[in-house]
């Protein structure tokens, strides 16, 4: 048995734990008004328009690096093309269907960052939990939404979280499928909390990191308050990943010293102002466009939305020593 390590944090201990436990700032905010339908409607109206603006940073990355493009040319031409049919042949069929697959879509990317970071950290202390932690991630994500039908009312899920008209109907189609969740959520239950035990006396046995076991702490605090309330636990889930990915594209960015666009527009510190008053301005004119088309702004979501998580997942990977290395982590031999 090994004492966790101080070290292997990715900004310092203050800004990580902050991080990490930024849903619970949230919760304390959206808890007080969890029955009060406008402030609640309200509150997650502004969890979505923060999520929204954090999705095409990764255009920026992905288009604004030569580096990045070449390794993927072709995709990243018709990526944005694809997605806009893909979006139109599903709301063709139905728009409750495209609604859910999109919350489901954003619940496992959302859950993925945590994992991405968890192992940022695991891999700045030298461990190799990686499969672990990637499975422990999916069951307690499975025990997170399953938990929706199996503890609570969905009914009532839709009365308070009144977004508008698609959003009440991705929340009430899982209607045809509570019967299950209370089984999918018992078994769910069941197999992440071994996971957890199994992960816990491995890090003990490793020592680990405080950062590492703060973020690890966090992540599960983050379901149970899915568990205990969806609405307030959805608006923190929301939250929590822009703020998590501002701060992790931010550091990777300064870490950074090629001549790349995205890595010279954000190099001094007033460039890096002058970046996010650009993006803040070029999002906004966005919305003001499509605004005046029948359902641009549902239509432009989804799409950006699918391309924010697809380019993700080749943006951010960590056996790339471009990607590595501004973030500290190791290189793989």
Known sequence: ??????GAYLRGPVVDHLLGWSWLVVAFVAWPWRSNTDVLAALAGMAFIVSFMHQPLTL??????????????????????????????????SLPVLAVIALLWNAQHTLMQRYGLMRVYGRKNGDHQGRLERWTMMSLLVVGVSSVGALTDPYDIAIRLDLGRTNRMAILA?????????????????????????????????GGSVAKWSYGA????????????????????????AIEYAAVVRASLIGRDDVELVARATRTPLRRLGSVVGYIGVIALLLAVVRTVPNGMAFTIFVLGALHIVFDGLVWKLRRPEVAG??????VA
């Open 1 to 6: 048995m090994s004492l966790p390590s101080s």
């Open 60 to 93: 920026a990355l992905v288009y604004g690096d030569r580096r990045q493009l070449a390794q993927h040319r072709t995709f990243y031409a018709l990526a944005p093309v694809v997605a806009a049919i893909a979006v139109v042949v599903v709301w063709s069929v």
């Open 174 to 206: 899982f209607d045809p499928f509570l019967p299950l969740a209370t089984v999918v959520f018992a078994v769910s239950a069941v197999l992440a909390g071994v996971l957890v035990v199994v992960w816990v006396v491995r890090e003990i046995r490793m």
């Open 218 to 241: 966090a992540s599960l605090g983050l379901v149970v308050l899915i568990m205990v309330d969806p609405v307030v636990g959805l608006i923190a889930y929301v939250s929590t990943h």
């Open 326 to 331: 501004p973030l500290g982590v190791p290189a």
